[in-house]
């Protein structure tokens, strides 16, 4: 990691911001704020309730201990969970007890209701940002000196502050060209529509990033050449693929050459996992890193990168302690980041109180090492649950490996799915070359979902322009059936630039129990095979 000393200050690029974020200027009143906190200071100037009147003398959770999960490949928690019925009841979880008191002698340094449950700035807590800004610093090491963060209330609002603050009405933004829904949705209102860029087995790809930027027609597309990229580099939303090193800094200096902003939405950063092996080659588990060697061999962000302040990084704590939080930060330049509380000083204020505290007493009693610890578990967790569902489909299935030559799998290990003969029946030559396939997969390498790629040019009587009208079918089907996936077509950013035949499904395993994941493939199962037999 490189010293201060020898880190840049990051490069002017107020040029990119909107005409909206240029005209803000900092709320009256939470201009005050800046005397808050002096000794003897007497505050008479705002609608402050008094804390007396708060109904909370103390708040309390008992917390799970950051080593309740553990950090060897063993089946996932949730797989257990009969063995704890046959004993009487839920798994015991080891927990300690946080509490946060109303008052304390030490308001500046120790969390309290007091603070905590009145109006607030746009930056938070003062003991959270601390906490993230060493978080930060030891495990993103941003590339220049300046950086700073900036908490909100989770990636989605996150994502559509920035919209606001870069993008004028009639903009375009670059993004992977599928891509997650409310991203897309977000700036929708604002006249701002997405250009999705293809990609491979790493995400985005940095030839057809070059090609679209140095090809660029405004005449022909109607606006300007864009000067925001969003992008979800780890477990790709919906592909699950991640980016490695030497890509990003493709995509990176091509965005230097370019002058564009990345908006790194990383939600699924520590649920990476590695690749698939399937269950006949698993190796018995070996002895675990330890959690601060976990963390080293994780992909480098584009914030390490980023050696002028051209990154806005986006984190949650939606995916890692819980979305109800609605907690979570920018890390960018400060011009950047000054317009962006700006922006939330007259729109969400900070982010709510309970939330903050209470996860601001969780870090700072967990401390770096154990949070660390906590986010190592995690991962280890959703690993088991991906290779558990794609287990169920091996079960359900023939699934034949090969490796993508063309298209957006080009590179990935795909399995390809065909019907299984049926119990009893011989190997006939039909099933020994493979059947027609149902659908083809790419095993994620991290977070929460299997994108599967639909073959419906193998249903009797298809004919090109079904491939929508199939995709709604076999969803409603399944619906019916009692299994809820996600179609498609919600995660096509750009419809110009996708195949109207590239039909897929989104299946999450990060909810669902391993006995519901297993009953809801098989009934996945049943219904697919019936409907390439009989689609209507």
């Known amino acids: 990691m490189q010293s201060f000393e020898k880190r840049q200050k990051a490069i002017d690029l107020s040029h990119h ?10 709320s009256p009143l939470k201009g005050l704020a800046r005397y808050f ?3 003897g200071l007497i ?10 009147y708060f109904p909370f003398a103390a ?3 008992d917390a799970l201990v950051p080593e309740s999960f553990s950090v060897t490949n063993s089946p996932s928690e949730s797989s257990l969970s009969w063995l704890w019925k046959i004993f009487g009841g839920a798994r015991k979880e080891k927990t300690n007890t946080i509490t946060i008191p109303k008052f304390t002698d030490h308001p500046q340094d120790e969390v309290n209701l007091a603070t905590a449950l ?13 906490f993230i800004n060493n978080f930060v610093e030891k495990v993103y090491q941003p590339g220049y000196a300046d950086w700073t963060t900036l908490v909100q209330t989770g990636n989605t609002d996150g994502w559509a502050r920035v919209v606001n603050t870069l993008c004028n009405p009639g903009e375009a933004f670059i993004t992977e060209d599928w891509t997650y829904p409310s991203a897309l949705a977000s700036s929708q209102p604002y006249g701002v529509h997405p250009v999705g860029v293809p990609m491979d087995n790493e995400g985005m790809r940095s030839d057809e990033l070059r090609k679209l930027l140095s090809e660029w027609d405004e005449t022909a597309r109607g606006c300007k050449r864009p000067h925001v990229m969003y992008t979800i580099p780890v477990g790709q939303n919906p592909t699950g693929v991640t ?3 030497d890509r990003r800094k493709e995509i990176y200096d091509i965005c230097v050459e370019y002058d564009i902003i990345i908006v790194e939405d990383d939600p699924y950063y520590f649920l990476q996992m590695g690749p698939y092996v399937e269950k006949s080659e698993r190796a018995t588990p070996a002895n675990a890193l330890d959690s601060d060697k976990w963390i080293a061999g994780l992909q480098p962000t584009y ?6 302040g051209r990154v806005i990084r986006l984190d949650t704590f939606s995916k890692t302690i819980a979305p109800g939080s609605r907690l979570g930060f920018f890390t960018c330049n400060p011009r950047f980041a000054e317009r962006l509380e700006r922006a939330g000083e007259t729109s969400t204020q900070a982010p709510c109180g309970f939330g903050q505290s209470l996860i601001t007493q969780l870090l700072t009693t967990w401390k770096f090492e154990g949070y660390s610890r906590w986010l190592h578990g995690l991962a280890v967790q959703y690993k088991a649950r991906r290779d558990y569902l794609l287990d169920a489909l091996a079960d359900e299935f023939h699934l034949k490996m090969s490796l993508g030559a063309t298209g957006s799998w080009k590179g990935c290990t795909i399995y390809t799915a065909s019907a299984k003969p049926r119990r009893g029946a011989k190997m006939t030559e039909k099933f020994a070359l493979g059947d027609k396939p149902y659908f083809s997969v790419v095993p994620p390498s991290a977070g929460m979902f299997v994108w599967l790629k639909m073959h419906f040019e193998n249903v009797p009587g298809f004919r090109q322009g079904d491939e929508e009208t199939l995709e709604m079918k076999l969803w409603t089907k399944l619906a019916e059936a009692g299994v809820l996936i996600g179609p498609g077509r919600y995660f096509n950013s750009d419809e110009e630039s996708v195949n109207p035949a590239d039909c897929h499904f989104r299946i999450s395993f990060s909810f669902a129990t391993d006995e519901d994941m297993k009953k809801a493939v098989e009934i996945f199962g049943k219904v697919v095979g019936k409907f390439f037999e009989e689609p209507q």
């Not at 911001?17 to 900092?26: G, P």
């Not at 505050?43 to 007396?52: E, F, I, N, V, Y």
């Not at 914030?303 to 002028?308: H, N, P």
């Open 17 to 26: 911001l909107s005409d909206v974020a240029r005209a803000r200027a900092t």
């Open 59 to 61: 708040i309390s959770g």
């Open 303 to 308: 914030v390490k990168l980023d050696y002028q």
């Open 43 to 52: 505050t008479l100037a705002g609608g402050t309730p008094s804390p007396d």
């Open 243 to 245: 980016m490695g090193v």
């Open 118 to 130: 009145q109006y607030g700035t746009a930056t938070g807590l003062p003991q959270l940002q601390k």
């Open 37 to 39: 906190g002096r000794p």
